[in-house]
């Protein structure tokens, strides 16, 4: 076979390959990423112009205009702009009527002057941008990062005349493409499996069609024609042109088989890749993505959210592989149901399920739709077949009917119907009462308060061996307050922590605990360690906070620092955590998973993980002198650690009889009341 041929199908498979690349990085990924971006930017506009349009309507009929501007206040503090954006209120003297953030509060407004501008007011520019019907771009600081004036903020402006209010938007133009940094890497990955089967593909298809053609030359070079013989030749010439127009035929053939078999394959491969997209692995339902697309486009859509109750508990007492085929056999009842009632079923993640309705059924058959499924498992147990077992569940609804976003508005419901101890639970908008939005506002305010006085503080929860000896400390936040005695009194994060997430105000804290920690270091010569979140990671304002505070460190400080990652957070991307893990274990950081044997404990992560230490959720610990099923589940996580050399902790340790059974069975460190309480202490 002619290798020539050969060798110019290679270089035009490697000249398309990298004409391919740079289309796609110089030209498809950047025209997807200003895409979304601008789309992101228009759905914060329209968000935005909402906001103005019920200012401007309310301000027409004002009877007593301090309330009228609390209710104003109201709504500021509850909307969000893009990613952690929102809008606030000025007169057109530069003075603050309300601010949700308080940032400009603390500047002090009216003398808020651009950075590089000199003498130029901030607000008069605002004011000119709205007079001359402009967007105003400028660059600001962000919180974390007081001193470096190089973040591009966004502002629309519109004015009440009326009110003599300048109603404007405060967005970072980097939030808008944040949610999108890993766009170029996925349409990457995509369009290389796309080149790499259509090349394949090609390949196979090049070869087939040159084999006859060589086939074919071959067979005519062996012909060998003299004048001599020409007369006697015509049958043997006639055999000749038959053979030339048979292969000819053939190659005929042969390219029409290979177009169907490349179009055949094409199809495969793109419902391979589809299916990665839209359809659960384990359950073969579709997913959120799927979930999300389906419904986008629906203006009236019903969202009933299924959540098994307690299955920690069977993936503790069964096993994971047990918990699994549950999660399977639950797909085909909810699949069942779902076409009984012309409705869509979905896994969205873990043991949570959805059934999606987006033709509206009317209420009186939802009636009957949410009372079936209430009670579809009631006595109806779930069986395993390879195990020949029964278990038996429960679950909890979250139900969205016909409202603006209808994944989160269920989630609000489900998580109000677990909080209240009900079947299910039904959203509506008494769900976000003005009580909600005010306990809000006064822990808005009182951390704010906490952040400017440096009222937050670390308390240290000292961690022993078996030789009872201190080897570490867990640092947990506290906020200094006084009571009504004006003693002082210092406040778990439990009562705030969810609010400052909300509030925008969780990365101060965590900037303020970490950076105190980390100075605290000095006073001992123990380990410190901190509890960062799945949500803490994916956080790039975190991580760069992150990385100003350990950068201050020195090597032998840093080596004393432990990282405990929450196991029963939902982690969603193992190779980012994988990736965070080694780039601080470079630096000589330690690693900790946290709560361990709660949630979906993967053993094969922790493989690769490799932390030095395992916690065991205190869940685990509690009863282990009394629960037979604790004392095992503990045991394994024992002796699978000291497998791979990783050091067991364990927390929770209130009596004398857990401490001795943790003994017993070789844990090598402990935590709880028993042994020390968090305090200010640590030496």
């Not at 901030?122 to 007079?131: D, G, N, T, V």
């Not at 993936?315 to 797909?331: Q, R």
Request: hydrophobic letters at 40%.
């Amino acid at each position: 076979m002619n290798t020539k041929i050969f060798l110019k199908i290679a270089w035009l498979f490697i000249l398309g390959l990298l004409s391919y690349l740079f289309f796609v990085v110089s030209f498809l990924s950047p025209k997807i990423n200003n895409f979304l971006t601008n789309t992101e930017i228009n759905n914060s506009k329209i968000q935005f112009d909402k906001i103005v349009s019920v200012i401007n309507e309310k301000s027409r009929n004002i009877e007593n205009k301090e309330n009228f501007e609390k209710e104003i206040q109201l709504l500021l503090s509850g909307v969000i702009l893009g990613k952690s954006g929102y809008a606030f209120i000025f007169d057109s003297k530069g003075k603050i009527i309300f601010d949700p953030s308080g940032e400009f509060l603390s500047k002090m407004f009216d003398n808020a002057i651009l950075p590089g501008a000199e003498k130029k007011y901030l607000y008069e520019e605002l004011k000119k941008a709205h007079a001359g019907n402009k967007i105003f771009e400028y660059n600001w600081n962000r919180v974390y990062d007081p001193n470096n004036y190089t973040y591009q903020k966004i502002s629309w402006i519109e004015y009440n005349q009326k009110l003599d209010w300048y109603i404007v938007s405060n967005i970072y133009k980097d939030d808008f493409s944040s949610f999108i940094g890993g766009i170029n890497s996925l349409i990457l990955n995509i369009s290389m499996l796309l080149f790499g089967v259509l090349s394949i593909i090609g390949i196979f298809i090049t070869v087939k069609i040159i084999a006859p053609i060589n086939k074919m030359v071959a067979e005519v070079q062996k012909i060998s024609v003299t004048p001599q013989q020409e007369p006697q030749s015509s049958p043997q010439s006639k055999d000749e042109i038959g053979f030339l127009a048979t292969q000819f035929n053939t190659l005929l053939d042969q390219v029409e088989n290979n177009r169907k078999n490349f179009e055949e394959q094409v199809q495969v491969k793109t419902k391979e890749i589809q299916d990665r997209l839209y359809y659960d692995e384990l359950t073969n339902l579709k997913n959120r993505t799927a979930l999300e697309d389906d419904i986008k486009d629906s203006d009236f859509v019903s969202v009933a959210l299924i959540d098994i109750d307690s299955f920690d508990d069977i993936n503790e007492l069964y096993g994971f592989s047990t918990g699994n085929l549950v999660l399977v056999e639950v797909a085909k009842i909810l699949n069942s149901f779902a076409l009984k009632f012309g409705v869509n079923a979905y896994r969205i993640y873990g043991n949570v399920y959805c059934l999606a309705d987006k033709k509206m059924m009317g209420f009186a058959r939802y009636d009957e739709f949410i009372t079936e499924l209430c009670s579809i498992f009631k006595n109806r147990p779930i069986h395993i077949e390879e195990l020949d077992l029964d278990i038996f569940i429960n679950i909890t609804l979250g139900i969205s009917i016909a409202q603006e976003d209808p994944i989160k508005t269920a989630g609000i419901a489900l998580k109000k119907a677990k909080k209240a101890n009900m079947k299910f639970f039904v959203y509506n908008n008494e769900i976000d009462t003005k009580e909600m939005i005010k306990k809000s506002m006064y822990w808005r305010e009182k951390l704010k308060t906490a952040i400017e006085e440096n009222a937050v503080v670390p308390f240290y929860q000292p961690i022993f061996n078996r030789n009872n000896e201190i080897v570490k400390y867990e640092t947990l936040m506290r906020i200094k307050d006084v009571d009504e005695k004006g003693q002082p009194v210092y406040l778990s994060p439990y009562l705030f922590l969810d609010i400052s997430v909300k509030t925008k105000q969780y990365l101060q804290l965590s900037n303020q605990i970490i950076s105190k920690a980390f100075s605290d270091l000095s006073k001992t010569t123990k380990q410190v360690t901190f509890n960062l979140s799945f949500k803490d990671i994916l956080d790039s304002d975190f991580i760069i906070s992150l990385d100003k505070n350990i950068d201050k460190l020195e090597n032998e400080k840093k080596e004393r620092v432990v990282f405990e990652i929450l196991e029963s957070d939902y982690i969603s991307d193992y190779t980012l955590l994988e990736d965070f893990i080694l780039k601080y274990r470079k630096q000589g950081v330690k690693i900790a998973i946290d709560d361990f044997g709660t949630g979906y404990s993967n053993f094969a992560h922790i493989l690769k993980i490799r932390p030095n230490y395992i916690k065991i959720d205190g869940s685990l610990i509690k009863n282990i002198n009394s629960d037979k099923n604790s004392y095992e589940m503990v045991k394994s996580i024992v002796d699978f650690s000291k497998a791979l050399n990783i050091k067991v902790v364990a927390e929770f340790v209130h009596s004398k009889e857990v401490y001795e059974n943790l003994l017993d069975l070789g844990v090598d460190e402990f935590q709880g009341f028993y042994l020390g309480e968090p305090s200010l202490k640590i030496e």
